[in-house]
T-cell receptor, first 113, second 112 residues
Framework: ETGVTQTPRHLVMGMTNKKSLKCEQH?????MYWYKQSAKKPLELMFV???????ENNSVPSRFSPECPNSSHLFLHLHTLQPEDSALYLC????????????FGSGTQLSVL | EDKVVQSPLSLVVHEGDTVTLNCSYE??????LLWYKQEKKAPTFLFML????IEKKSGRLSSILDKKELFSILNITATQTGDSAVYLC????????????FGTGTRLQVTL
């Protein structure tokens, strides 16, 4: 079992749908992250959680809503998305906030129609 | 504004060749520079560099940092088709470990 698991692997949704992305880490880490990777663009940090508390919200539109119920699980709730939100959404974890070495999941490839 | 620039954007080489990938950066309060390999989806960690001039090595891969000239290189010797991937460089934003600024990556294709 890999250290960071994301589901689903692929998601196609209409602009009016509501869906959620799930991330689970089995590494005993205290910090978790959501990144967005669009075609030909660098990875963009979206949210940072430390011990279930959100410590960073990187100017992300409110149609993206994160949730961290415990230090092992992270969700990204999606609502009323736009086609330009189509991207690879990557979850990552680190031992704690002070450690820059991230462990990534395989991502959810999202297409918004 | 912190910035990470990687070059070349893409590269095609033959198996057995040696390649050098470049990463230059502008960042306030430099803390470290990281290299990742992204084969399909999940970036996997390769190296973290904090000190200038000290080479980090793992098998055929090696990396070095020049803090004076603000760049790092990633070398891959005797390339194999399994080295085909996007190689990403990242630095913590404004010295904050939890906020990595990534470059756009170098796409490496190794052909037979």
């Amino acid at each position: 079992e890999t250290g960071v698991t994301q589901t689903p692997r692929h998601l196609v949704m209409g602009m009016t749908n509501k869906k959620s992305l799930k991330c689970e880490q089995h590494l005993g880490h205290n910090a978790m992250y959501w990144y967005k990777q669009s075609a030909k663009k660098p990875l963009e940090l979206m949210f940072v959680y430390s011990l279930e508390e959100r410590v960073e919200n990187n100017s992300v539109p409110s149609r993206f809503s994160p949730e961290c119920p415990n230090s092992s699980h992270l969700f990204l709730h999606l609502h009323t998305l736009q086609p330009e939100d189509s991207a690879l959404y990557l979850c990552a974890s680190s031992q704690d906030l002070g450690r820059e070495k991230l462990f990534f999941g395989s991502g959810t490839q999202l297409s918004v129609l | 504004e912190d910035k990470v620039v990687q070059s070349p954007l893409s590269l095609v080489v033959h198996e057995g060749d040696t390649v050098t990938l470049n990463c230059s950066y502008e960042v306030t309060n430099f803390r470290s520079l990281l290299w990742y390999k992204q084969e399909k989806k999940a970036p996997t960690f390769l190296f973290m560099l904090t000190s200038s001039g000290i080479e980090k090595k793992s098998g055929r891969l090696s990396s070095i940092l020049d803090k004076k000239e603000l760049f790092s290189i990633l070398n891959i010797t005797a390339t194999q088709t399994g080295d085909s991937a996007v190689y990403l460089c990242a630095v913590p934003f404004a010295g904050t470990a939890s906020k990595l600024t990534f470059g756009t990556g170098t796409r490496l294709q190794v052909t037979l």
